[in-house]
């Protein structure tokens, strides 16, 4: 069974400010897709970022990248230029490839502030 | 992008009242769609994975004679909360998936169910 874990319940970031957010997950996978969504005070869920395991370059959105360490299977999310808009639960995700159902498998979540 | 409807945002009714939520995709087809609850402060749990056509797939502890899933359509999943208690109070999401590949998820807005 997959689990993912995010060790960091709380997080705080001075608006401007670079901050990360950890992941690590635990699969016997060779195919998979791991995931940042964001779930900001309103709780919609919006997808931030993808990153397919068979791509060793880690994905970039903007001022949103991962570092994606397959062999530590570790999944960490990079925020630069922080913004107050950026506050808001962030949960790190993992699905399995390959045809799957493509169910998500999700973390506990972090709560990011970003202060002004 | 991918838009997925889901409706009400917010009930409250009485206990032992049927509640109906609707999850609708609006500018794609999605043969599969999720059915999660999310209580406060806590991450998503996924209760079901609903096929276009076929019978719901439940998670283990979710009952399906209480949580009652239908996916009619390519664009339309619905769940019934039967006889609702104060305990199915809760934060309900759903999303869907678009055919064809390892698509993400792509998530309603939720539906906040309150029972008196």
């Known amino acids: 069974a997959q689990t993912v874990t995010q060790s960091q319940p709380e997080m705080s970031v001075q608006e401007a400010e670079t901050v990360t957010l950890s992941c690590t997950y635990d699969t016997s996978e060779s195919n998979y897709y791991l995931f940042w969504y964001k779930q900001p005070p309103s709780r919609q869920m919006i997808l931030v970022i993808r990153q397919e395991a068979y791509k060793q370059q880690n994905a970039t959105e903007n001022r949103f990248s991962v570092n994606f360490q397959k062999a530590a299977k570790s999944f960490s999310l990079k925020i630069s230029d922080s913004q107050l808009g950026d506050t808001a639960m962030y949960f790190c995700?993992?699905?399995?490839?390959?045809?799957?159902?493509?169910?998500?498998?999700f973390g506990k979540g972090t709560k990011l502030s970003v202060k002004p | 992008g991918a838009v997925v409807s889901q409706h009400p945002s917010r009930v409250i009714c009485k206990s032992g009242t049927s509640v109906k939520i609707e999850c609708r995709s609006l500018d794609f087809q999605a043969t599969t769609m999720f059915w999660y609850r999310q209580f406060p402060k806590q991450s998503l749990m996924l209760m079901a994975t609903s096929n276009e056509g076929s019978k719901a797939t439940y998670e283990q502890g979710v009952e399906k004679d209480k949580f009652l899933i239908n996916h009619a359509s390519l664009t339309l999943s619905t769940l019934t909360v039967t006889s609702a208690h104060p305990e199915d109070s809760s934060f309900y999401i759903c999303?869907?998936?678009?055919?064809?590949?390892?698509?993400?998820?792509?998530f309603g807005d939720g539906t906040r169910l309150s029972i008196l």
């Open positions: 999303s869907a998936r678009e055919r064809g590949g390892n698509q993400p998820q792509h």
């Open positions: 995700a993992f699905m399995k490839g390959g045809g799957s159902q493509g169910n998500l498998i």
